[in-house]
């Protein structure tokens, strides 16, 4: 099946620190969601991309839809400390499923 | 926002013991989901559920695993008789017909302990 490779897979910034992840798959995908999870907590959708070359901002987020389809980067601005967590990409494969990245788990330090 | 509601939050079980875990998706969603997150991994597939019957599921979806919607809104994943590789999160998930706006929603899961 599809698969996603998520980079990098953890981070260690400053507060205030601009943050850059990407996801990458060998094979196309035609949407592709950013989601960011709390501990002990579910997947929560940050970002929704639907078409390729799309540029889409959500506050200080920003995702972009490769041009190929075949990648995806999430960045975070002026970072603060609650957007510590893990921070997953994802596609539909198929009709039906959502394969994710492995995630990349940011952590912040004040 | 509508939420996908799960329940319980968290259950500890007894190796061998059936578990069900219990979801309200989005009431006007149509694909539902089951996925787990073994602690320190990334989520997983294993099953999803259109129109009444099971469309897909992954080869962690055996047969000790079984799901249902009995009514209009719950829709449960049942382990028959659980091991203590079943120990993780179990997330629910709904979507529309149409994949746009907020696609896929997760509910906040389940954490299940299986001693």
């Known amino acids: 099946g599809q698969q996603l490779n998520q980079s990098p897979q953890s981070m260690f910034i400053q507060e205030g620190e601009d943050v850059s992840m990407n996801c990458t798959s060998s094979?196309?995908?035609?949407?592709w969601l950013w989601y960011k999870q709390d501990p002990g907590e579910g997947p929560v959708l940050l970002i929704a991309?639907?078409?390729?070359?799309e540029l889409t901002s959500n506050g200080r987020l920003t995702a972009q839809f490769g041009i190929t389809r075949k990648d995806s980067f999430l960045n975070i601005s002026a970072s603060i400390p609650s957007d510590v967590g893990i921070y997953f990409c994802a596609g539909p494969q198929g009709a039906q499923k959502l394969v994710f990245g492995q995630g990349t788990r940011l952590t912040i330090n004040p | 926002e509508p939420e996908v509601t799960q329940t319980p939050s968290h259950q500890v079980t007894q190796m061998g013991q059936e578990v069900i875990l219990r979801c309200v998706p989005i009431s006007n969603h149509l694909y539902f989901y089951w996925y787990r997150q073994i602690l320190g991994q990334k989520v997983e597939f294993l099953v999803s559920f259109y129109n009444n019957e099971i469309s897909e599921k992954s080869e962690i979806f055996d047969d000790q695993f079984s799901v249902e919607r009995p009514d209009g809104s719950n829709f449960t994943l049942k382990i028959r008789s659980t091991k203590l590789e079943d120990s993780a999160m179990y997330f629910c998930?709904?979507?529309?017909?149409?994949?746009?706006?907020?696609?896929?929603?997760f509910g906040s899961g389940t954490r299940l302990t299986v001693v």
């Open positions: 991309l639907y078409k390729a070359g």
């Open positions: 094979s196309i995908f035609n949407t």
């Open positions: 998930a709904s979507r529309p017909f149409l994949l746009t706006g907020r696609g896929y929603t």
